[in-house]
């Protein structure tokens, strides 16, 4: 089984409560969610939040949509993806994604965890040194095995907080694969951490999302460089 888990919370200091705001009519984790259950080679979806008073309404929101809820410690991250992988599985892959991508592409989902089982590594992404997709379409795959010996050897902050640091930084002892594109979009800015990230999810959800829910980024790509006053909003590149 591929077991795919979302982490979210609301507590983010440059952009509070923003899983919840809201696009096309409906919190942003409801609609990334959306777009990652269109995920083929996702198996289950869970939602990992914090065990904080603060994350019980977005708890409360995920399982009343029908997703599985994980809850665990606030700072432990990587502790939080194996009590949701005790809890969920059993899995023989886990896919990590992270709640402020609400241009979530299942196309790109499905093949990473391809190109991460079919090389039989341990970890991969789309996400290697040099990065190729836009930043908000982040991908990770690793095996169960590989993450439960990462929390096994888990010792600094930054390994409970980043969940991969170590999977990705010890190619000693985790075998690695990597996807790539062929368009350099490394610093194209789809992910929302700052207001004017989400105002440029919104005006995308705004155009796109009533005609055709399931739009690709394809679809996002051509929209925004048919609107100048998008293509760098915020300083940021946005295509």
Not at 98 to 117: E, F, K, S, W, Y
Request: proline share 6%; aromatic share 6%; net charge neutral.
């Amino acid at each position: 089984m591929i077991l795919a888990i979302l982490q979210v919370r609301t507590g983010s200091s440059r952009l509070p409560g923003k899983a919840l705001l809201p696009l096309a009519g409906a919190p942003m984790i409801l609609r990334q969610i959306e777009r990652v259950r269109r995920a083929r080679r996702i198996d289950r979806l869970v939602v990992a939040t914090s065990d904080a008073p603060a994350d019980n309404v977005l708890a409360r929101l995920v399982a009343q949509a029908s997703v599985d809820v994980h809850r665990g410690p606030l700072d432990d991250v990587l502790g939080r993806f194996v009590g949701a992988l005790e809890a969920f599985g059993p899995a023989a892959h886990v896919v990590r994604l992270t709640g402020d991508c609400p241009l979530a592409d299942p196309a790109l989902i499905d093949a990473v965890i391809d190109h991460v089982v079919s090389a039989g590594a341990d970890y991969g992404s789309n996400t290697p040194e040099r990065r190729t997709y836009p930043k908000g379409l982040d991908v990770e795959v690793m095996t169960a095995e590989a993450l439960r010996r990462a929390a096994a050897r888990a010792r600094t902050p930054e390994e409970r907080e980043h969940v991969t640091w170590a999977l990705h930084r010890r190619r000693d002892l985790y075998a690695q694969a990597f996807l790539s594109q062929a368009a350099d979009e490394g610093e194209v800015r789809w992910t929302v951490d700052f207001p004017e990230d989400y105002a440029f999810a919104a005006a995308v959800y705004e155009a796109l999302y009533p005609a055709d829910p399931a739009f690709s980024s394809d679809d996002v790509r051509a929209f925004v460089r048919a609107q100048p006053d998008l293509a760098m909003l915020g300083g940021a590149r946005r295509v």
